[in-house]
């Protein structure tokens, strides 16, 4: 049961973004930037980042939701999938190797981010906003990941769910909009 | 030296808010609505909350800057020292002991947030939204934590530029504006 009083009916950060509308809001506007926004990194290598954060942060909503989000925007489950467990042989580009490392190193520490790794995805030709964007995104998600378990949040068993929220994100992005969370109140 | 190009004259987090601004709004609008907006927590036990999490991240930049803001904030550095260094002993009231317990563990992982911890803030009266907004601070500082360290940006050795940015913080707030850190380029 959650540590405040939040709507029963949206479980996870949706409820919690919800019950402070105005906090809620920049919230969803840097992530709709960061995630959705011009970007040489596709949505789905976007939601990558997000998915392995969250896996590292052991928050249980957040992974299920991008990794759902990352599923849907690729169109197959198997990357998602070896970036969180079998990193060294995932599907994804060598810049994204080392952009992932980068992001998993910021999950634990800003200070675990090495020279080195940084050198090698330059040297895969990572840009120095693609690296910034990264590292922000992850900063990002260790800030959520916080949020929906420091409050005890509720975590949906249902795999359907997280199909249900993957496709409001893949359609609708972050923003707010009316009706935006009538496909997960069933 | 910055893992990326940065305005040599802006260290810490003044550059990385400058290289990339439409990112920067948005977090500049959360921690202006978190540390500066209308609370039943004063604006000292709000940096102290920011002061207390990036001292837990190590991260230098942060806790020097959020030390000197509450100090000023408060009008004596007695208290944002022991919340760092002899917790049991600072000179805050029992509510506020047991929301940077909270935000202690926010730092460390939502997951470490106990039951036992939220009890024991509401039986000291911590209202739902002062609870919910300690873990939101708690969860932000984390991101820029991470920000500040995983991107290498600069930490100014001199303490008064620290004290001249907690001016700025004190009587600017965190929104950005003209000729804003002018104060800080000497």
């Known amino acids: 049961m959650p540590y405040i009083e939040l709507d029963k009916n949206l479980p996870g950060i949706t409820g919690l973004l919800q019950y402070r509308l105005d906090t809620a809001l920049p919230i969803r506007q ?60 995932a599907p994804v580009s060598e810049k994204m190797k080392a952009l992932l490392d980068i992001a998993r190193a910021v999950q634990v520490s800003g200070k675990n981010v090495t020279e080195e790794m940084i050198e090698k995805a330059k040297r895969e030709n990572a840009k120095d906003l693609e690296i910034h964007d990264t590292v922000l995104i992850a900063a990002l998600f260790s800030l959520y990941n916080r949020y929906v378990d420091g409050l005890a949040s509720v975590t949906p068993d249902d795999p359907s769910f997280y199909e249900r929220l993957a496709r409001i994100l893949k359609n609708n992005g972050y923003m707010p909009s009316p009706g935006r969370y009538d496909s997960l109140k069933k």
């Open 30 to 89: 840097l992530t709709q930037i960061l995630l959705r926004g011009n970007s040489t990194l596709s949505e789905g290598e976007r939601e990558l980042i997000a998915s392995v954060v969250s896996y590292g942060n052991e928050c249980a909503f957040c992974t299920a939701a991008h990794t759902a989000a990352a599923d849907l925007l690729l169109g197959e489950k198997e990357t998602a999938h070896k970036v969180k467990f079998d990193a060294a042989h």
